[in-house]
Nanobody
Framework: VQLVESGGGLVQPGGTPRLSCTAS????????LGWFRQAPGKEREGVAC???????NYADSVKGRFTISRDNGKNTVYLQLDDLKPEDTAVYFC?????????????????WGQGTQVTVPS
């Protein structure tokens, strides 16, 4: 099983990068997917998730600015980040859970990527 994130980097405030996470080694379309982030000295927090049923859920802090989507044909989940702020600076992880409905609780997730750094200077 492998999840590989890409698309991070140094982004100016208000920037609009898109993170990608490509998976292999499991039945991608049967899994719910999530994006999480962890800032220095803070706990990992759920940002967005996409259920295998098709529904999505977002943390209040990113609602209206971030959009999660998936392409089952490419085994890839995306996170579009809009209107970035310095407080969005973190390592962003994608994860997969064998559940019908997704959650922003990291405990639900079995498989994790290695993370990609997003830095938004103040």
């Amino acid at each position: 099983v492998q999840l590989v994130e890409s698309g991070g980097g140094l982004v100016q405030p208000g920037g609009t990068p898109r993170l990608s996470c490509t998976a292999s080694g499991f039945a991608f379309n049967y899994y719910s997917l999530g994006w999480f982030r962890q800032a220095p000295g803070k706990e990992r927090e759920g940002v967005a998730c996409h259920s295998r049923s098709g529904t999505s859920n977002y943390a209040d802090s990113v609602k209206g600015r971030f959009t999660i989507s998936r392409d089952n044909g490419k085994n890839t989940v995306y996170l579009q980040l809009d209107d970035l702020k310095p407080e969005d600076t973190a390592v962003y992880f994608c994860a997969a859970a064998s559940a019908l409905y997704c959650s922003l609780d990291p405990v639900q997730y079995s498989y994790w990527g290695q993370g990609t750094q997003v830095t938004v200077p103040s």
